[in-house]
């Protein structure tokens, strides 16, 4: 009986310490996320991290919308701004997780070799500016280089930066806008040009904790790691930019 009631509260200790953490992340990052995951799980064992990835601008309609994020990692400034003035995500709790680079990226091909030979190409992958960073940075390089009418009709809409970059995989689009990380991975396309940064605000990753994530341990510790030293040594390595 004494051996029941010991295991008894092994078992219940062990499942009090069990924790979940939430995770709403851009599309962009689901790849060095993961590797950031399994990193952080590899050491707590009993936090098990849900993953959420998508266009910055839907996860954070989701979370107006009530779905669950202990964590929100935005690709655009505007979006986390939304949730800091919707009081979902802790304005404390805001930092910069990362930064990036927009570029070109298609089959190899002589003649594009800068923004405005793009005008040769008939189909042109892009993410749709409404709820995607990547295709927000994009439209602000075009209407920079009044290139806006001239391209309008080539413009191929994708809901995020992955697909995006699928587009250009399949050869379904001629060449596309994507993240140089975006780039990176890609197995049939390659960087044509890098978009020059004059011409769209600065690409920056926010991370904050929403209401919930506060107050849940596990994900203040994954947020942690998130800002330390072995997470910035992965992200320089997957091509990232850090602070």
Request: contains cysteine; aromatic residues 8%.
């Amino acid at each position: 009986m004494k051996r029941l009631i010991m295991l008894f509260v092994l078992l219940w200790s062990t499942s009090a310490s069990a924790g979940q953490v939430h995770l709403s992340v851009a599309s962009s990052l689901k790849e060095v996320v993961n590797e950031l995951s399994d990193s952080f799980s590899r050491k707590n064992r009993n936090i098990t991290v849900y993953k959420n990835a998508g266009a910055s601008g839907t996860l954070a309609r989701q979370l107006d919308n009530g779905a669950p994020a202990d964590i929100f990692i935005s690709a655009d400034s505007l979006w986390m701004d939304y949730l800091v003035g919707k009081k979902l995500v802790a304005s404390s709790s805001v930092v910069t997780f990362a930064g990036n680079e927009l570029v070109f990226a298609g089959k190899a091909h002589k003649r594009i070799k800068s923004l405005k030979d793009i005008v040769l190409l008939e189909r042109i992958g892009i993410g749709n500016p409404k709820s995607v960073p990547a295709g927000e940075y994009a439209m602000a390089a075009i209407r920079a280089a009044n290139m806006e009418k001239d391209v309008a009709k080539r413009l191929v809409m994708a809901k995020d930066v992955r697909e995006c970059l699928l587009y250009l995989e399949r050869g379904e689009v001629d060449g596309g806008f994507v993240y140089r990380t975006e780039a990176l991975q890609a197995k049939q396309a390659q960087v044509l040009f890098a978009v020059p940064p004059a011409l769209y605000p600065k690409i920056v990753y926010r991370m904050g904790l929403t209401g919930t994530g506060s107050r849940n341990p596990q994900a203040v510790s994954f947020y942690n790691y998130l800002k330390g030293v072995e997470a910035q040594a992965i992200l320089l390595k997957k091509g990232f930019k850090i602070k």
